[in-house]
T-cell receptor, first 116, second 115 residues
Framework: GAVVSQHPSRVICKSGTSVKIECRSL??????MFWYRQFPKKSLMLMAT?????????EQGVEKDKFLINHASLTLSTLTVTSAHPEDSSFYIC????????????FGDGTRLSIL | AQKITQTQPGMFVQEKEAVTLDCTYD???????LFWYKQPSSGEMIFLIY??????QNATEGRYSLNFQKARKSANLVISASQLGDSAMYFC????????????FGAGTQVVVTP
């Protein structure tokens, strides 16, 4: 069964709307979660590292004011796309992993965001 | 910085045949790992197999196996006895130097299995 749950799976909304995406680790605690973005037919690009109880670490070129990340508990990280515009349309996917080296990342099922 | 390369954008393979997906990497780390993930058209990322750089044997997991050649910095995925359900994008990934959790993905290879 899924170990990382991501919700919603699909969002279609108007330009200017803010959209919140949730990522939950179901049967383990995740002090760190990761948010990726994927354009059609392209690879996953890491956007940011979500740290429980502290600020997220953003990759170069990612606007932190556009993509707000909150990691308020050991099982939940949220990504909010603020004032979304059509260019923010993409597939967003989160991941978390166990603590030991060699343990794989477990991914959520992703969120397909379409901004009209 | 880590670099990971998948040179095959797409491949067709007949059902029941084996297919090899290429992956080469560049890293300055002495200890590292390599992951392979499968992404069907529905979008979820499915973990397939892991190879540690110090593992002496090639990793195997059911129909998936890794042809790990450390000196050549390659970690090719072999899928044996292909099934129609194997049609998907396949990504090779390597953890970042500063955080094992941060994965850098290759460009991916689209596999289409035909009857």
């Amino acid at each position: 069964g899924a170990v990382v749950s991501q919700h919603p799976s699909r969002v279609i909304c108007k330009s200017g709307t803010s959209v919140k995406i949730e990522c939950r680790s179901l049967d383990f605690q995740a002090t760190t979660m990761f948010w990726y973005r994927q354009f059609p037919k392209k690879s996953l690009m890491l956007m940011a590292t979500s740290n429980e109880g502290s600020k997220a670490t953003y990759e170069q070129g990612v606007e932190k004011d556009k993509f707000l990340i909150n990691h308020a508990s050991l099982t939940l990280s949220t990504l909010t796309v603020t004032s979304a515009h059509p260019e923010d349309s993409s597939f967003y996917i989160c991941s978390a992993r166990g603590g030991r080296e060699g343990q794989p990342q477990h991914f959520g099922d992703g969120t397909r965001l379409s901004i009209l | 910085a880590q670099k990971i390369t998948q040179t095959q954008p797409g491949m067709f393979v007949q059902e029941k045949e084996a297919v090899t997906l290429d992956c080469t990497y560049d890293t300055s780390d002495q200890s590292y790992g390599l992951f392979w993930y499968k992404q069907p058209s529905s979008g979820e990322m499915i973990f397939l197999i892991y190879q540690g750089s110090y593992d002496e044997q090639n990793a195997t997991e059911g129909r998936y196996s890794l042809n790990f050649q450390k000196a050549r910095k390659s970690a090719n995925l072999v899928i044996s006895a292909s099934q129609l359900g194997d049609s998907a994008m396949y990504f090779c990934a390597i953890p970042s130097t500063d955080s094992w959790g941060k994965l850098q993905f290759g460009a991916g290879t689209q596999v289409v299995v035909t009857p």
